[in-house]
């Protein structure tokens, strides 16, 4: 199945989609403050990364004939890793989901409430500035270059054709890098399929958690999770572009299926979905957004469980638990054992 690459950056939590006084809504474009684009932009691009680890790219009404979001209860996977006096849940989620999709059960909420902390990826609320100055230094091109100065003819005008489809100004997308491009493309096709970060897992823990006066606490920067594409050679950005222009048409419908597959808790379909139907394109994208991050995610938890008794939340990308390099896999390599409670 295609059109999962560019989502599994947007399933990854950073990433912004553009913040030059433009914004998606039902694949049309229209003004708004700089100030609130770069908020929106900064939020999509973490939904982007987000569901870049969770995997797609959407299209305007090419889902129409697709599959839906099941409305069976859900039970998307959680488990457990402790010691004698610490516990950690790891909860896989999606980043951006579409209105009225259900996921919570009484175990997320059980462990969620015992927490004393609730962990996410990076802070995608926090000051504007530092993120906007973040997107400006990582994410657009020199003002003497352009995006197309770096893309074949036929890239050019497939990216023309994809643009215009998800209703994002071309004249725009020539100001940005290629990661930053692909993310800004992918996030406007899955919000044109209906899909949104507000409704996405993370917000809604990231909310109820702050209700209830937990300590919020964050795995990386936002430079870090950022910086897992813009570190990428040009050649791999100009690739993961590409591939995310040629996905554009068919994301609807490997959304719905991915979200069934985690609502359901089905972590090798999910696998198979994100990494070996998906990712296996581009290794580089993988190495970056997963295998990398989830060795450092491995080292923190382990010291957490070490140094810290209590009850703790861990909420990050639900691709984050596939592959043989999955941050279960790496705390396994360091003596942590886990056990899956949903």
Known sequence: MRGKLALVAQLDRALPSEGRGHRFDSCRVRQFSPHHGFQIMLKAIAACLALLTTGLVASCGADSGGPRVSTDPARPALWRISDADTSIYLFGTIHML?????????AVEEALD??????????????????????????LLDPAKRLSDVLTPEQKSALVAAAARVGYPMSTLETQRPWFAAVTLSDAAIRAAG??????????????AEASAKDIRFLETMERQLSALSDLPQDVQVRYLAYSVSDIETVGPALARMVNA???????????????????????????LLT???????????????????????????AHFSGEDNLLAQ???????????Q
């Open 98 to 106: 579409p209105p009225g999709a259900t996921w919570r059960s009484a």
């Open 114 to 139: 015992d927490a004393k902390a609730a962990y996410f990826e990076t802070d995608v609320e926090g000051d504007v500035r530092t993120r906007t100055e973040l997107v400006q230094r990582l994410g």
């Open 195 to 208: 899909y949104s970060s507000d409704e996405g897992v993370e917000t809604v823990l990231r909310r109820d």
């Open 262 to 288: 985690w609502r359901g808790g089905d972590v090798d379909a999910l696998g198979r979905l994100l990494i070996d139907e998906d990712m296996a394109r581009l290794p580089e994208i993988q190495e970056a």
């Open 292 to 318: 990398l991050r989830n060795a450092e995610w491995a080292d923190q938890l382990k010291s957490l469980l070490d140094a810290e008794p209590g009850h703790f939340f861990v909420a990050v990308g639900a």
């Open 331 to 341: 705390l396994r390599r360091r003596g942590v054992a886990s056990e899956r409670i």
